[in-house]
């Protein structure tokens, strides 16, 4: 029998969204970074506390659409910006008291369900992904790079066990015909030696192509670098991740800015580095069975968050020497 969609499961839900308000305080004022605009679920809940202004930003260019429906209420205190938030440092923030800066690195239904991004193995569209400001595509991606390129990207992307004969088989078809989305789902499926009936069969290869398509490693480790600076003392850095590479990431660079490193007693006696920042929580944060009940989607959401120790933009990390391995997969881009 075919499922019946609700008409609620098409609303957006920010995922979080109490928890979210308790660790930024809100009630008490001041300036919040909204990093990924989407729906514009967290800026409306913040900017319903007086005495806030958001500053949110978007790569995607749909989300204007949204953003001038809470300008119009919120004139004074709410100001959209169409960037990356990688770009989060061409920001003129000289005077603005930054009290709290959020990611969340989920999609919403609607770009999922958008048949001109094409992010979904169910879309009818053209194999896409850009999710704006993009320099090539999926279908650019999957035509072009060469078959050790396209393995690396499923493997260390989308941690897919199958990705050496998929990239094969992917190479191996091209040659006589362009790759679409349902032609990308049709060989990874029949790539596929054990079928896993929990996920869909191209789950992992399409959340490789966006990560690749839309440069999320960078972009998150940039954002990260580049939030750390401009956040004020006491301010809060909070991200909602829903993959396990994003967390590995954010999970690295909120514990190695935030303690001290064990160091032998043998050793000869070092100047104790600073921490950049206070752990609250050493575990993520996860969504209620209620929550998960009402939003299925929110079930793999992680919210980390840290707390700045002092006013400084000098900021030490080796973040970037941590995820090379990454960066190097992303940069197979520069062929395109």
Same mark, same amino acid.
């Given at each position: ?7 609620? !499961? ?16 809100? *009630? ?9 605009? +989407?729906?514009?679920?967290?800026? #409306? ?28 209420? $919120?004139?004074?205190?709410?100001? %959209? =910006?169409?960037?990356? %938030?990688? *770009? ?5 923030? =000289? ?7 959020? $990611? ?6 609607? /770009?999922?369900?958008?048949? #001109?991004?094409?992010?979904? $193995? ?12 993009? =320099? ?19 493997? %260390?992307? +989308? &941690? ?11 190479? /191996? ?15 990874? &499926? !029949? ?15 399409? *959340? ?28 809060? @850095? ?12 954010? #999970? ?5 800015? !935030? ?26 944060? /996860? ?27 000098? @900021? ?6 941590? %995820? =090379? ?6 940069? $197979?881009?520069?062929?395109?």
């Amino acid at each position: 029998m075919k499922a019946t969609i609700k008409p609620e !499961s098409t609303k957006h839900y920010p995922v979080l969204l109490s928890e979210l308000i308790s660790i930024i305080s809100p *009630q008490y004022g001041g300036t919040f970074i909204d990093c990924t605009f +989407g729906q514009g679920g967290y800026s #409306k809940r913040i900017l319903e506390f007086p005495n806030t202004e958001v500053i949110a930003l978007d790569r995607d260019i749909k989300s204007l659409t949204k953003a001038e429906l809470l300008k119009k209420q $919120f004139e004074d205190r709410f100001l %959209f =910006k169409n960037i990356k %938030f990688s *770009q989060l440092d061409n920001l003129k923030l =000289k005077n603005e008291n930054i009290k709290g800066i959020i $990611f969340d690195l989920g999609y919403s239904y609607n /770009q999922i369900k958008d048949p #001109k991004k094409g992010l979904s $193995f169910d879309s009818k569209g053209e194999l896409n992904m850009k999710m704006g400001i993009n =320099k090539f595509s999926a279908k650019e991606t999957i035509n072009t790079l060469e078959e050790g390129e396209l393995n690396k990207i499923f493997k %260390f992307f +989308g &941690e897919e066990k199958e990705s050496k004969i998929i990239a094969r088989n992917i190479v /191996q078809d091209r040659k006589t015909t362009k790759i679409t989305t349902k032609e990308l789902v049709r060989i990874i &499926e !029949s790539s596929k030696r054990k079928k896993n009936y929990k996920i869909h069969s191209a789950t992992k290869v399409f *959340q490789a192509l966006r990560i690749f398509v839309n440069q999320e490693i960078s972009e998150l480790i940039y954002g990260l670098i580049n939030a750390a600076k401009i956040v004020k003392k006491d301010g809060i @850095i909070a991200v909602v991740t829903f993959h396990s590479l994003e967390d590995k990431i954010v #999970k690295y660079f909120f514990k190695s800015l !935030s303690e001290n490193k064990s160091v032998s007693r043998y050793m000869p006696k070092q100047e104790e580095k600073k921490n950049f920042f206070n752990l609250i929580k050493k575990k993520s944060i /996860q969504p209620s069975e209620k929550e998960i009940r009402e939003n299925i989607p929110s079930r793999s959401a992680k919210l980390r968050y840290v707390v700045k120790l002092e006013d400084t933009h000098d @900021i030490e990390t080796d973040i970037l020497d941590k %995820f =090379k391995h990454l960066i190097e997969v992303e940069n $197979f881009s520069k062929k395109l």
